[in-house]
């Protein structure tokens, strides 16, 4: 059984950091990319960054220059630095892995997803 859990979340002020990771079990996801979306109350869940299998990166206009991606595949985990945060980051936070090598930017090409980590940015 696949499972990837989120950790890191929590309440941060604006301008603040934070770091997400996600841990993966019961599969390897090293040739596999791998990405975080983020659903805000009453919206839909949104791309926020991704990473492929040769670590090609992809973000978001709204967090470019702000968050960070990046893999340990000895470890089978993801993670998310979060820096410059801003109130309108707050969101709950996913993991998610897919079954190709190469990163798409739509959550429906994800088969693998976590429970989710809440991050609250206070302004």
């Known amino acids: 059984q696949v499972q990837l859990v989120e950790s890191g979340g929590g309440l941060v002020q604006a301008g603040g950091s934070l770091r997400l990771s996600c841990a993966a079990s019961?599969?390897?996801?090293?040739?596999?990319?791998m990405g975080w979306f983020r659903q805000a109350p009453g919206k839909g869940r949104e791309f926020v960054a991704a990473?492929?299998?040769?670590?090609?990166?992809r973000y978001a206009d709204s967090v470019k220059g702000r968050f960070t991606i990046s893999r340990d595949n000895a470890k089978n985990t993801l993670s998310l630095q979060m820096n410059s945060l801003k109130p309108e980051d707050t969101a709950i936070y996913y993991c998610?892995?897919?079954?190709?090598?190469?990163?798409?930017?739509?959550?429906?090409?994800?088969?693998?997803w976590g429970q989710g980590t809440q991050v609250t940015v206070s302004s």
């Open positions: 990473i492929s299998w040769s670590e090609s990166l």
């Open positions: 998610a892995g897919s079954r190709s090598p190469y990163y798409v930017t739509y959550s429906t090409g994800y088969a693998y």
């Open positions: 019961g599969r390897t996801f090293s040739n596999s990319a």
